[in-house]
């Protein structure tokens, strides 16, 4: 699929992209489902990855150390994580085990997407989330050539901000100091993400392996083709995760095939749960512009008397941004 431009050059949305257009949930899931949308579909784009908008982030990671063979183990000395044993994997339990794990911690979750076509890589996008208490950061990238969009949520439970970078490299920012929740993103302990790698899938217990951080679950999944409504099928599916002791889910690699209009692609998903009580959340230098100017706003009567504010210039929504990983106006899984 090659992507649109308008006159100047820049990428233009696809409009028949459920996620970019908004329409992606379905009644009943709609926000497993959506997210899982916005994981799962492709949108038109180009290369390479870059630092998003004043993350102060550790090493971009492009693949998990996911190398070996898992020792097999019938049923190991200390038993299994929840919701994992040698007879199945129940997926709803794992991961509400991952967020139980984490609760009341700090630690940090990555998700990375690369496609890549006939020609070469189509799009790269990465999504990270750090969390140390109330305080959190959500970053967001996504790149198409020489084009980039990004975008960054700060909050620390009384007050949030905003930073975005739209396709044309306008930036806006924007202060809540009334609206702490407002932050974007697939839940604190990436939760959605799980659900959306873990869709349609069905993995089982591979073995043990031995980590930096103790003992891995090892799990596995091969599929040859998944077909969803709403979705492109899927083709030689497979997925492969690390599970520690405490049930947290410490890496997923999910690779597909996929067809880009008429041309096939590969797509591949990495997600990756680290510094698990060890993680910091910066405050980004705009933060305080961020909030001084939702100050200003709210002193003289504000857009809407909540406190946003402006520094406003191009798209200030993010959703085109975002699209790629999440879901405007989705509900977002709070795991």
């Known amino acids: 699929m090659a992507p649109s431009s308008t006159a100047g050059g820049r990428p233009e949305r696809d409009r028949s992209d ?3 257009d908004g329409r992606g949930a379905v009644p009943g899931t709609r926000g497993a489902l959506a997210l899982a949308l916005a994981l799962l579909v492709v949108a038109a784009g180009c290369a390479g990855i870059v630092d998003s908008g004043g993350d102060g982030g550790d090493e971009r990671t492009v693949n998990p150390a996911l190398r070996g063979t898992p020792t097999a183990t ?3 000395p200390d038993g299994f994580p929840p919701g994992v044993d040698a007879g199945g994997v129940d997926v709803d339990r794992l991961i509400d085990a991952h967020r139980e794990a984490l609760a009341g911690g700090s630690w940090t979750v990555t998700l990375t997407r690369a496609v890549e076509g006939p020609n070469g ?29 990004a975008s960054a949520h700060w909050s620390n439970g009384t007050a949030a901000a905003s930073r975005r970078v739209d396709w044309e490299g306008n930036v806006s920012l924007e202060g809540r100091t009334g609206d702490p929740d407002g932050l974007p993103g697939p839940g604190p ?6 659900r959306a790698a873990f869709l349609d899938v069905r993995p089982s217990y591979a073995g043990t392996e031995s980590t930096a951080y103790g003992t891995a679950f090892v799990l596995h999944a091969r599929e040859g083709r998944i077909e969803r409504a709403g979705l492109p099928d899927r083709r030689r599916v497979s997925l492969r995760a690390r599970i520690d002791t405490a049930g947290v889910v410490r890496s997923l690699s999910l690779r597909y095939e996929i067809f880009l209009g008429s041309a096939p692609g590969t797509v591949a998903v990495v997600f990756e749960t680290t510094a698990v009580n060890d993680t910091t959340v910066p405050r980004p230098e705009w933060v305080d512009r961020a909030l001084a100017n939702a100050s200003e706003a709210a002193a003289d009567g504000g857009a809407n008397g909540n406190g946003d504010a402006g520094n406003r210039t191009g798209d200030a929504t993010g959703s085109d941004g975002d699209a790629a990983l999440y879901v405007p106006g989705a509900r977002v899984d709070t795991g």
């Open 121 to 149: 890589t189509v799009e790269r996008s990465r999504a990270r989330l750090r969390v140390d208490g109330e305080r959190r950061l959500y970053t967001f990238e996504r790149v198409r050539g020489d084009d980039r969009t």
């Open 74 to 76: 019938a049923t190991p």
């Open 189 to 194: 302990a990436g939760g959605a993400w799980l």
């Open 18 to 20: 459920p996620v970019a």
